[in-house]
Every structure is written in C-alpha cells, then in structure tokens.
C-alpha cells in the first residue's frame, strides 16, 4: 500500500484511493492545521453580501431571506460565530503550545472574511503543503460536510494552489468524547437546575436534542453512498446515537432511572413545498405539555458554538416557545471553547498525523470512528450535481 497520504486536493484522488482504506492509518507529516469556519456578518453592511453569500445557487425564498437578515439586524449585524472562531483558534494555539506541537493554525471561513482561500494562501506563503483541516462542524451531510470540502476545493482553485497543497481534514467528529463530553455536563447542570421546579421529578423534564434542519433529500444522501442508515441517512442517524448517549451518560450521573428525549430540528430554510426534516423545536414544545412534561432542556447538539442559529432560534424562539407552553426552560452550552473540546480536535490531528490504528481511536457510538476519507458520493451534492471536494475519494 502507498504511504502517500490518501486524501488529496481537489479530484487529485488517486486510483488506489478510490479502493483505498477508510482510515489513513499511515503517518501524514502535516505542517500545519486549517479551521475551517462558516463565518458571520460583522456589521450591518455585511448582512446582506453575507447572505447572499450562503445562499447563491440554493433557491432560498425572498421572504426567508429577509426574515434572516432580521435576525442579525436584530444584534446589530453581527453574528457572534466569527469572534468564536477566533476564540476556538487561540484555544487549539494555546493546546498544541501546552503539548509541545509545532502546528500553526490557519483560519479560514466559507462564506466570510477571513475566507478559506486566505488562509490557504498564508499558509502557503509560510511555507506550508501539507494541511490537515478542522472544520467547525460535527456530523454528515451536504451542508455539515460536503460543502465544507467542496469550499476548500474551491479555494485552492481559485488560489491556484492546488498542484502545490495537499489538504486532509480530521474525521467528523459527532461522537468524539471531546465532543460529546461538554454536552453531558451541560445537561447534568441544566437539570439540576430544573428539577427544583419540577418536585424533584425528573420524568417530568424532557431534552430536546436541537439540530439543524436539513432537505430529506440531502438526509437521505447524507454519510457514504454505499451503506444504509435507515430514515434521514448518516445524519440523522448521527444525531440519534449521540443523542442517546449524550442523554444515558447524563442520567447515571445524576443518579435518575432515565431521562425522556426526542431530537428536534429547527431553522428550517428553503420553499415550503421542499420536505425537511422535522419535528420542528416548536411544534414538539408545544405538544409536551399534554404529554405531562413540566420543564425543558434544549440541547444544542447539533452545533459547536452559541452562533446565530442558538441565539435566535433557540433562545430566542424556542425559549418564547417553552413560555407560551408554561413549560419551565433551560438552553445547555455548546462546546464552544471547553478544554474538554480543544484537547479533543487536538487529538484528532494528531491521530492523523501519528497514523493512529483504527482500534485505537476513540469513539462513543457503533457508528464510528468516522471515515478519514470521505467515501465515493459522500454527501453528494443535490443542488449542482457533482463539484470537486478536497479530502475524499471522487467522484
Ligand atoms: C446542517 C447545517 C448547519 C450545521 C453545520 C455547520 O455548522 O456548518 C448549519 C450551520 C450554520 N448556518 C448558518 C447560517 C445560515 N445557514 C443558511 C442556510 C442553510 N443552512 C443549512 C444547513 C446547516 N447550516 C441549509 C440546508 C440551508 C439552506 C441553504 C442550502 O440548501 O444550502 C442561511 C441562509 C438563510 C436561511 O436559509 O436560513 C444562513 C444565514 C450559520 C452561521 C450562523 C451565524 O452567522 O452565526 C451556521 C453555523
Ligand atoms: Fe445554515
């Protein structure tokens, strides 16, 4: 077998690699570590450049697009998530500095500046070829995946860059203890603040694991297309089975039998004729009460840091939402900068970079560990057909 790294830029994938092994267990001598963001408006002007960033080619509706925009006009046209990727970037500094890693880290987002193809070329001015990217997003699908290493291959086109760089990115992360971690704490201390105000019952509190909306047709692409995940494909599988443990772990820890969840989606997007997944956050507050639950707790286990989509849709409709069902109602952390969640993508560069058996890489869910090299049609692309993705197998 080769001991080139498997994954390459843009459609280099070689023929051994479209038979090649799911996980790169040969050492990768990276030289350095690309964050791959989403990236938010920061000001007022951006808002409307931001959006029609995101949305060019998706046929998002007029109306929504303005009810978006509200949303950031609404905090002063700032979306918190780029300050947060700065603060996720200096924490992974600060790791790698604690642990003795000479890998600088590069930030670059998709739809915003500092833009992805920025970064790929200060890190090819300093002298870099070999990235490992980190992208700023957990599970399967086009949006949560896919688009992340069509938009680095994209950047190295337009850098031109491609022939010379190589960019790998770490394994999706959903069920990573550093990911999955901070999110049992977070739903250990919400209900523990909550059971005051049900008598001590904790039958009478529900979790919501609260992700994001997806098209079923992207759901049901979602993951390798060679393998079957039942309803809503990898994604929502993902969800479900971290989810489960997310919910099982906090319950032992709190010493209760067990603790009621459902998972939810919210932010739906795109013309209402397009089927998404559901339930949606509000609709399924809005049953609980019938159902004798008295107080909730919505977990974001769908994202990593308290961007728009958590403060808007969560705490602020689904919050209103939980008032109007007289529900008592907390919103647990996301990850964000938790130690537990730097040490963590920590690891997973180094896995990659040490060639790390497969047997040995930590992960809490018969799902994974999830593949190093996305599988042939991965996540495919149902809105322009095929686009060349970094850090997978083609087509
Ligand atoms: C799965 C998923 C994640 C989680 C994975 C990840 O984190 O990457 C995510 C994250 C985010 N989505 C974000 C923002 C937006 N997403 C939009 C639109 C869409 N998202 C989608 C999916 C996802 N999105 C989809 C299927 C669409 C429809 C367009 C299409 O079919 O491709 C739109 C357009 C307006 C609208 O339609 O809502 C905006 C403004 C921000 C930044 C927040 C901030 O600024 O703080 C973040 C982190
Ligand atoms: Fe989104």
Known sequence: MSTEPVATAVLAASPAAADGPEHVTEPVAYD?????????????????????????????????????????RHFGGVSPINDQSRELKAALEAELERRGIDLPVYWGNRNWDPYLADAVRAAYADGHRTLLAIATSAYSSFSSCRQYREDIAIALDATGLGGELTIDKVRQYFDHPGFVEPFVEGVVAGVRELLPQVDGDASRIRLL???????????????????????????????LAVSEIVATEAARILGVDRLGWDLVYQSRSGPPTQPWL???????????????????????VGFLSDHMEVLWDLDTEALESAREAGL????????????RFVEGLVDLVLERRDGTPVAERPALTDLGPWFDVCRPGCCENIRAGFKPAAAGVAP
């Open 328 to 339: 008592a109602a907390v919103r647990t952390p996301t990850p964000g900068s938790h130690q």
């Open 278 to 300: 559901e339930p949606d956050i509000n609709d399924r507050i809005a049953e609980l009460p019938g159902e004798g639950v008295r107080a909730v707790a919505i977990v974001p």
């Open 32 to 72: 350095a570590i690309l964050l791959a963001g989403f990236g938010g408006p920061e000001g007022q002007d951006d808002v409307i450049p931001f959006l029609r960033n995101v949305t060019r080619g998706r046929g998002i509706p007029d109306e929504r697009l303005e009810e978006v925009a509200h949303h950031y």
């Open 209 to 239: 694991f609260a992700t994001h909306s997806i098209p079923t047709a992207d759901a049901e692409r979602s993951g390798p297309r060679d393998r079957a995940f039942g309803e809503g494909g990898a994604y929502a599988a993902q969800h």
